[in-house]
């Protein structure tokens, strides 16, 4: 049962329209607001996701080498042979 109501028409034309102007507002407030956080965030001092992954990877290499001569120099400290830095004689054993 179709009907040539002419105020139906027009009415369904005008939300149809109406539907169309919402979402091509909505389109443009997102893109307003991703633009707005995007340009607050490179003005901060915040490092990209690589920058962080190759700072972390230097610091668990110098904490490893770090622990390492840690241990050398333990050894070194316990060794009865070593010479003084000093005065080039031998240390007295213990």
Not at 36 to 56: G, P
Not at 59 to 79: F, G, P, T, V, Y
């Amino acid at each position: 049962m179709q009907t040539k109501n002419k105020m139906l028409d027009d009415l369904s034309q005008l939300m149809t329209n109406a539907m169309g102007v919402a979402q091509g507002a909505r389109e443009e407030a997102e893109n307003a607001m991703k633009s707005l956080v995007d340009r607050w965030l490179s003005e901060q001092n915040f490092v990209t996701r690589e920058e962080f992954d190759a700072v972390q990877a230097m610091a668990r290499k110098a904490r490893e080498e770090n622990e390492a001569l840690k241990l050398r120099l333990d050894a070194l400290e316990k060794s009865p042979k070593t010479k003084s830095p000093k005065t080039g004689k031998k240390s007295p054993k213990s």
